[in-house]
């Protein structure tokens, strides 16, 4: 290949190239890790572009994907020379991204280089540059206020990277092809896990019945900046991702906004993507979703009871025992409705602390 021809006009590590060669022939990282004589941790370096194409390495990459093994040294060589140009980094739109906390919960590296930090953060979001970012995420920033109220507002930026951190994490999960029947009829299943205390035994459970029905159950920290409590999109055809950011803590939040989410998915099709705790220009599908949960965890057939159920916490206890959900769902709806004060009978709610 000429050197003329290779003039690429992205900002992508050769560890892109890599991985693309990698899902065409169906090679796990372990294998390709073996064949080309590194560990794991050193082949995710490379495939990240945290590490350079030495002579030997782009002679072991020739031999084991094939290419040049000038090809291999030119894409890196690129790659470093387009990071290093001034012009290239946008302090502006790096401004936007959560970078402290995507670092700190483990979503990218700390870059010495502010060269490197863009380079990493394009790398993390799947775009050569950032025209590209605008282009993928451009439709979210347009469609949602990105806001909770005029004095709480979220950063489309910090929405994006918290979407996107879902989107990896749903990824790894494995799912059956998506099924509404199947979903909806799990709905009954996974109303009694609002029972189980320990989040370490109810989320792997969670996911684990989602999943069988094509739904991958995500759980992603929300950055700075980012208020959303759940989002819902299909990230593939056949695989939805219902994704929760666990944001205030308590049992009767958290399970609404899983119910809210799902009633999204079974009710709102496959095209739009769903933001709760954003606002909205069309607020109709997020009454019809808060429907959907509210129904869904106190069916209506005991509404009427729900309303008289308020004297005391005794009463509120036996009414969710029998109705198959936790007295902190009772609590929550009742508060909702006005029924009760937002500051009695919190103590039957379970609280949740980040590990």
Partial sequence: MPETAFQPNWVSPPGETIADVLRERKLTVGEFSQRIGQTQEQTAELLLGHSKITLGLARRLSDVLGGSVEFWMARDF??????????????????ELPLADMVRLGWIREAPEPSQQLADCLTFFGVPNIAAWHR???????????????????????????????????????????????????????????????????????????????????????????????????????????????????????????????????LHGKQEVFIEGIETPNASPEQEANEFAASTLVPPQYESELMRVRSNKYDLVRFARRIGVSPGIVVGQLQHYGKIKHNHFNGLKRRYTWK
């Fill in 136 to 266: 993928a995420f451009g439709e979210l920033e347009q469609k949602f206020a990105f806001r909770t109220s005029p004095s709480f507002e979220s950063r489309p930026a910090a929405v994006a990277a918290w979407l996107r951190q879902g989107e990896l994490e749903a990824e790894k999960i494995d799912c059956a092809p998506w099924n509404a029947q199947h979903f909806q009829a799990a709905l009954s299943e996974i109303r009694g896990l609002t029972r189980e205390k320990d989040p370490e035994v109810f989320l792997p459970e969670l996911q684990r019945i989602c999943a069988q029905a094509g739904v991958a159950v995500v759980i992603v920290r929300a950055p700075a900046d980012c208020h959303a409590s759940g989002a819902t999109r299909f990230v593939t055809p056949q695989k939805a991702m219902l994704l929760l950011s666990f944001r205030f803590l308590s049992d009767d939040q958290f399970w609404f906004s899983f119910f809210h989410e799902a009633g999204h998915i079974l």
């Fill in 78 to 95: 690129r790659y470093h020379q387009q990071i290093a140009k001034p012009g290239l980094i946008d302090n502006a739109w790096l401004r």
